[in-house]
């Protein structure tokens, strides 16, 4: 008897397995998929893409084809003490107690990089302490058929308590006294169920829950309905901007009326924020379809189009200016162009048409200076580099760039942005008119600086307050004082117009404190990567 009961109390422990998507090797596109449970063989896939979705598959595939989790299956998060949702305590700390409670349920936890994917079969508080979590499945309810205490008492016969009471040999008559009838309570199992009792309904929105009692009653119902609708919205597969905004702009409607209501000056501060995201939200919408907002002229289609895209643009040049490997504005335009070939790996393509189309002196030269230096390496010699033609190019790599574990590189932009960067930087510099008009490499520097620099109209600067002459001049490795003539080709090219040099200080005498104001042609706004407001 003692083994049957401890064989019913003894709880398997849940099921666990990962799905991951590795490296084959440095430098290489193609990558391994790979699942812990044993009869499932590795794959090489040819890219990240493609494995990811592979992987993504080969997941489902084992939720579509595997068992339920089990109601009696004790929670595989608590088995491995919880690590990946409570943080190890210190020497001098105490551990964060948890229990483990609800449903048991099959939960899918993955990392934000998309590199691997676990499954656990845990309770249901383990499965919501996980910020990436989603559940897969849920087990059934307990059975609760089995006869429980009312129902086995229901199910015993109930002596029968005759109606007359008993004969006793004292009693002088002889005769049977009558008794009452002994009436029995129904059992609990066949009473009446209660009704249930009804729960207030409470949300949840912006990590603050919202009061049952909140009153007016619409506005507890709205403040629920955004919490609601903001979650469903973070489980989208694409962003949708106007969708964002709108949920922003009536975010910050109800939470000014809750403010008003509560008097609370947090609340207020929520809503003024909530207020400028969905105004935020709605400017990079506009943008991204090509839109003007209100009362503002027609959008420029522009090269690129999201402002993400923009500030990638920004963070190259800014690099380049502050990691250039040689002094001069030729250099610094090979550097420039060489960074957005190779800035997400490290390694890319090269032909001799695209240094020859640059506005080099001696564009061999400063290829054999880059990699002396040690900042460029190719496969083979310089003159094979320049006499190489499409279909057949030239491997260059750039050691500072290449990520490693350590070291993730420079930028963060992925492997389909760097293309379109490097495509519209090709466009600014071979611009039609520069090369006609025989512009310099300082003089494409400063269209490349300007382009990254103005408004959403063309005005240059922040707010249309002009660029300051420092920054332009190492933008483009040059002399502040030899800034003024560059201004002159690039007005004569129908790139500026209204440019004047002008003090920020009347008092000045550096160069330091003088802007540069006007704006760009309307020819070249489709080029630019305005500043947003």
């Given at each position: 008897m003692g083994v049957e009961a401890h064989a019913t109390n003894e709880r398997v422990t849940g099921?666990?397995?990962?799905v991951r998507l590795d490296p084959v090797g440095r430098g290489r596109a193609d990558v391994r998929v790979s699942c812990s449970r044993p009869a499932c063989a590795a794959q090489v896939l040819p890219s990240a893409a493609v494995g990811r979705t592979a992987?993504?598959?080969?997941?489902?595939?084992?939720?579509?084809?595997?068992?339920?989790?089990?109601?009696?299956a004790y929670c595989a998060c608590r088995a491995a003490e919880c690590h990946t949702h409570i943080r190890p305590a210190g020497p001098r700390e105490r551990p964060a107690p948890w229990r483990c409670g609800g449903a048991v349920v099959l939960a899918v936890v993955t990392d934000r990089e998309g590199r691997w994917w676990q499954v656990m079969e845990c309770c249901s508080r383990c499965a919501a302490a996980h910020p990436t979590a989603k559940i897969a499945a849920t087990a059934p309810a307990p059975d609760r058929t089995a006869p429980t205490g009312a129902s086995r008492?229901?199910?015993?016969?109930?002596?029968?308590?005759?109606?007359?009471?008993?004969?006793?040999?004292?009693?002088?008559?002889?005769?049977?006294?009558?008794?009452?009838?002994?009436?029995?309570?129904?059992?609990?199992?066949?009473?009446?169920?209660?009704?249930?009792?009804?729960?207030?309904?409470?949300?949840?929105?912006a990590q603050r829950f919202v009061p049952h009692d909140l009153r007016p009653v619409a506005l507890r119902d709205e403040l629920t309905e955004l919490g609601e609708l903001f979650r469903a919205y973070q489980q989208r597969a694409e962003p949708d901007l106007a969708v964002l905004a709108d949920l922003h702009a009536r975010k910050a409607t109800a939470f000014s009326a809750w403010a008003e209501v509560t008097a609370d000056t947090g609340l207020r501060l929520d809503a003024?924020?909530?207020?400028?995201?969905?105004?935020?939200?709605?400017?990079?919408?506009?943008?991204?379809?090509?839109?003007?907002?209100?009362?503002?002229?027609?959008?420029?289609?522009?090269?690129?189009?999201?402002?993400?895209q923009w500030d990638h643009a920004r963070a190259v040049l800014t690099h380049v200016a502050d990691h250039a490997p040689l002094p001069g504005p030729e250099a610094r335009l090979l550097v420039v162009m060489l960074t957005l070939r190779t800035a997400q790996s490290g390694t890319g393509n090269?032909?001799?048409?695209?240094?020859?189309?640059?506005?080099?002196?001696?564009?061999?030269?400063?290829?054999?200076?880059?990699?002396?230096?040690?900042?460029?390496?190719?496969?083979?010699?310089?003159?094979?580099?320049?006499?190489?033609?499409?279909?057949?190019?030239?491997?260059?790599?750039?050691?500072?760039?290449t990520p490693d574990e350590s070291d993730p590189g420079p930028f963060t932009f992925g492997r389909k942005?760097?293309?379109?960067?490097?495509?519209?930087?090709?466009?600014?510099?071979?611009?039609?008119?520069?090369?006609?008009?025989?512009?310099t490499a300082d003089a494409r520097l400063l269209a490349l600086a300007l382009a990254t620099g103005v408004t959403a109209d063309g005005r240059l600067g922040p707010g249309g307050e002009g660029l300051g002459v420092a920054a332009l001049s190492s933008r483009c490795a040059i002399a502040p004082d030899d800034l003024g003539e560059l201004v002159d080709r690039l007005t004569a090219a129908d790139w500026l117009t209204e440019a004047v040099l002008t003090d920020a200080d009347a008092d000045a005498d550096t160069a330091t404190d003088t802007v540069l104001t006007g704006r760009l042609t309307e020819r070249v706004l489709p080029l630019t990567c305005p500043l947003l407001p």
């Open positions: 099921r666990t397995w990962t992987a993504v598959e080969h997941l489902k595939a084992h939720l579509r084809a595997g068992p339920a989790p089990r109601p009696s008492a229901a199910a015993v016969p109930v002596p029968t308590v005759s109606a007359v009471g008993p004969h006793f040999s004292h009693t002088a008559s002889g005769a049977s006294g009558a008794a009452a009838p002994h009436e029995v309570p129904a059992p609990r199992s066949e009473r009446p169920p209660r009704p249930a009792r009804q729960r207030a309904r409470r949300g949840r929105i003024q924020r909530a207020e400028q995201a969905a105004a935020t939200a709605r400017l990079q919408h506009l943008h991204r379809i090509g839109e003007a907002p209100e009362g503002e002229e027609p959008a420029v289609a522009r090269l690129l189009t999201a402002p993400a090269l032909v001799g048409q695209d240094l020859k189309g640059l506005p080099l002196a001696e564009p061999e030269h400063l290829v054999e200076q880059l990699v002396e230096c040690g900042w460029l390496e190719i496969a083979g010699s310089v003159d094979e580099l320049i006499a190489s033609r499409p279909e057949n190019p030239t491997r260059v790599g750039v050691p500072s760039l942005m760097r293309p379109k960067l490097s495509g519209w930087a090709q466009r600014v510099v071979g611009e039609k008119k520069l090369r006609k008009g025989k512009t």
